[in-house]
């Protein structure tokens, strides 16, 4: 089965001296981020809107602590659900709002190959990374390789296009995920069981907007 890792000799790829691998589903197992980190992400993300001149609203805040929390790629009909729980009038057009609002403002990333959301790793200094996405559970993890980036967008330039977005966005199957796929591989016992054919032809596909 063809996996979502990179391979060792793809340049850039791995964490290294030359950049950092921010995972937002670092702290999934734990069910999100913790409740300091989220309260410290929000208190940068404040600072910053501040900074600009805007104002991170109660239901913008809301949002993005949700995100937060979530850690990992969510839909936005699951954020109104949980909007909900908590002021049960929320209504999609406020929830779509604060996402537009979060999304201008670089706090958060629209996943656009599995229609979600999810927290910029990096709330402030927002330098847009490439994001890499499991589809299967939506665990986002952004590659900080400038250089990288910088080749691909020159190569993108050379053959006459001009990026649509800010975002790179690779599909991919997280680690937990191939392992819970190859597990039931094992239980089932089926040949060609160890992976969907989604899930082996996403790991190569690239978007680019
Ligand atoms: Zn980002
Ligand atoms: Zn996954």
Known sequence: MKTAKPSPDAPGLHSGTHGEVHD????????????ASVE???????????????????????????????????????????????????APPTVYRALDFLLSAGLIHRIESINAFAVCHDLTQCQHGILVVCQQCGNVTELHEPKL????VAQIEAAGYRLAGDGIELKGLCAQCQESQANSAVKTAQPGAAGTPEAAAQSSSVIVR
């Open 40 to 90: 410290s992400a929000l208190a940068m993300a404040e600072a910053y809107c501040r900074e600009r001149g805007e104002k991170l609203t109660p239901i913008r805040r809301k949002v993005l602590e949700l995100l937060l929390a979530s850690g990992r790629a969510t839909k936005a009909y699951s954020l109104l659900d949980e909007m909900r729980q908590i002021h049960p009038g929320s």
């Open 149 to 152: 980036r910088q080749a691909l």
């Open 24 to 35: 937002h589903g670092h702290a999934r197992s734990h069910g999100g981020v913790e409740r």
